[in-house]
């Protein structure tokens, strides 16, 4: 949709929603996880592995939600999704562990979890 400028719109509520629902995903794959290992002889070495399968799961599933019913910039609505998820979660890292440095990895992080986000949103223009 254009806008009387010509510019496309940012949808700011499709991003806040998208995260939002990246974050309830997340949850319910932490249950998931956490059942699974409980009632099952599977290793607790897999945990930091599974953190970052459902960190990506969850930013992919919520970036196609959101832009689904988009006609435009899937890429950065989704792109956004990715960062704001990892970026919030570093921010509460942070609280939590004051300890928390951040390095290069951090840069990696936050790049991933945008380039997963944009490309599930591009995905997700066109579905």
Known sequence: MKTLSGQKKLYVFRVC?????????????????SGVLYFTTISEDIIPKAVIVIGALSIAIGSLN???????SGWLHGGLIGLFYVGILMILRFFIAREAGYDAGTFVDLLMGFLIGALAGAIGVNL
Do not use: E, K, M
Request: no cysteine.
């Open 17 to 33: 929603s998208g995260i939002f629902n990246a974050y309830l995903l997340t949850v319910f794959f932490f249950l998931a996880l």
């Open 66 to 72: 959101a832009t689904r019913d988009l006609d435009h």
